[in-house]
DNA sequence: CGATTTCATGTTATCGTTACCACTTTGGGT
DNA sequence: ACCCAAAGTGGTAACGATAACATGAAATCG
């Protein structure tokens, strides 16, 4: 338009000196340039978009950007995607199916090049419609017990429960109990309770469950959930959480009731957070490698093929809260 | 299109529907919406956008989304923007000002509703430039000490790094270290060492400086440099750390040293973030209003009004890393 | 030296929506 | 019976870019 006047050609030349293509002699190229720099015009993505019916928007959906894990699920991604020039638009849904379809909605409104979004809730009929009607490539993170969508990329949280189960079996520990957050939204955690207590009860061993569905999956609700769980009565002899998090806040709560850890309680976190680099303690964990699910995820996006699972192993990250 | 031809109505009627703007009659609005639901339909926005020259997408440049700090502002900026209705599109500038600079293009291209970026870095004069001219809002977060473009929110992190030598002087702590990484970069950081120094050499102390610029500012960082520190000589009375996971990395290298602390050295970290609950240890910490930040950035960015600065304190979060 | 190819640029139609106004109907009010 | 407002709906022309093709000039060739 105006840079267009201002440099003496047509608006087509300016195109396509700004983005690359066509054949455009070195002269013309030079000063379109420097009166687009002179300008400060920055082109408009909408209408381009629009034209040539193709985003370089990738739309990402997780829980909660706060959450640790799911912002390292991220970074993978973006390691990915940015160095091809994608651009992330990144939403929250906070484990709501409702707040999942409309952000899908709003996303879709861009028209992305693909989508990335997190397993573990319910999705609803709407979205998944819209998400088939929409012809968009989909990638489902994290939930790998159910894969879904063009492809899958992420864990069994079931194997996950039942691998945290059997350390502490293989250390003679069958009194147990999970302490977790918002179980009721997060299907995954359900999954690894799940997978947990079964293995437990399969091995004669017993779990309780301690869990607050309106608390943040956080420190001070770790803290607060173990301390009533010792108020209860005699503390279990293994406790395994929801995530690093809460598993630090537990800790804090059994040695200041002055339970022994791993004497008298071994326990063990989930995710391998740096919240597992206590000062004196360290955590005992399953670490989930965010990084790769991310970048996995981001190139099952990018290149098409037929529905595939993606199932990535977990590690025993051995610390001094189980005893040996 | 589509929707208007199966619900026997022009496409005009559709986009009023849609939009619940404009007088329909209640029939032809419950068959529309039907209609579009059966379809799964979503309006393309970027057309939408392009039409009405407005788009509900805010852009929001941060660091990092991996950093504490940063996630919990980002809480506070959607807490206002999307009961609103609006959308945020997050980038990660990483501290570089050429990636600020191809993002800001990036975002601007979609143009949104306003920006909101983040201060301590040297902003390109491009960068500066294209906002200018593009009239779009803008909103500088976290950096307080130099306020820029239409309003500011933040802290200035100059008098929180003189709070911190004054904690130290107030307990007769002269020998002083600062530790902290991406000292190049950060120009926050860099103010907030330099008002720590500036105290400090005032009261007649003085302020050793252990910073790597290539290290992330994480745990095992604060912990390799503060092991270095203590292979170099006798530890320092005090230090104070770029942020708390350096400062938790330090308490480990510290206690694994076997220097007392705060018999021998008082620690001090930087930004409250959950880390701060070590298990028995409690870090002594400035404590800044991250979700605060956030929220007034988003109010400043939506009421226009002259440019304003916005000054918020930071507080001395008392813990155990301190001697009385 | 005319025919063909290459190079550099311009023309036109289109992407899917919305702003703005025009149009038809209906239902009073006088 | 006539007029006028309100209610409901549709037509048209943007919005700013690009895909696809068209054009003219310069270069190459047999």
Redesign the interface.
């Known amino acids: 338009m105006t840079v267009a006047a201002a440099a003496g050609v047509s608006p087509m030349t300016v195109s396509k000196v700004l983005r690359g293509t066509g054949r455009i002699s070195l002269a013309t190229r030079q000063r379109v340039m420097q009166v687009a720099?002179d300008?400060?015009?920055?082109?408009?993505?909408?209408?381009?978009?629009?034209s040539s019916q193709s985003?370089q928007i990738v739309g990402i959906l997780i829980p909660s950007?706060?959450d640790?894990v799911y912002?390292?699920v991220?970074?993978g991604i973006?390691a990915v995607l940015v160095p091809k020039g994608f651009?992330?638009?990144?939403?929250?849904t906070f484990f709501d199916p409702e707040n999942e379809a409309r952000?899908v909605?709003?996303v879709?409104?861009?028209?992305p090049s693909g989508l990335i979004l997190t397993g573990g809730l319910e999705r609803t009929g709407?979205t998944m419609?819209?998400l088939?009607?929409?012809g968009v490539r989909c990638v489902q993170l994290w939930d790998g017990d159910r894969p879904d969508l063009d492809a899958t990329v992420g864990l069994s949280h079931r194997a996950a429960g039942r691998a945290a189960a059997d350390i502490f079996l293989s250390r003679g520990l069958r009194d147990a109990c999970y302490v977790g957050a918002q179980l009721d939204r997060d299907l995954c955690a359900a999954r690894r309770l799940e997978g947990f207590r079964q293995r437990l009860e399969e091995a004669g061993g017993r779990c309780r469950v301690l869990a607050d569905d309106a608390l943040p999956r956080?420190?001070?609700t770790g803290?607060a959930l173990t301390a009533a769980l010792l108020a209860e009565g005699p503390p279990p002899e293994a406790i395994h959480y929801l995530n690093d998090?809460m598993a630090?806040?537990g800790?804090?709560a059994l040695?200041a009731a002055g339970v022994e850890v791993p004497g008298r309680t071994s326990v063990i976190g989930f995710n391998g957070t740096?919240?597992r680099?206590?000062?004196?303690?360290r955590l005992t964990t399953l670490e989930v490698p965010l990084h790769e699910i991310g970048a996995r995820a981001a190139q099952a996006l990018l290149q098409p093929g037929e529905a595939r699972t993606d199932l990535v192993d977990f590690q025993i990250v051995a610390g001094t809260t189980v005893r040996p």
């Open positions: 720099d300008l400060g015009y920055v082109p408009n993505g909408l209408a381009g978009a629009l985003s950007i706060g640790m912002s390292g991220l970074a973006n651009s992330s638009f990144i939403g929250e952000l909605r709003t879709l409104s861009l028209k709407a419609h819209v088939r009607q929409s956080d420190v001070v803290e998090a630090i806040g800790l804090r040695l740096s919240l680099h206590a000062i004196q303690t």
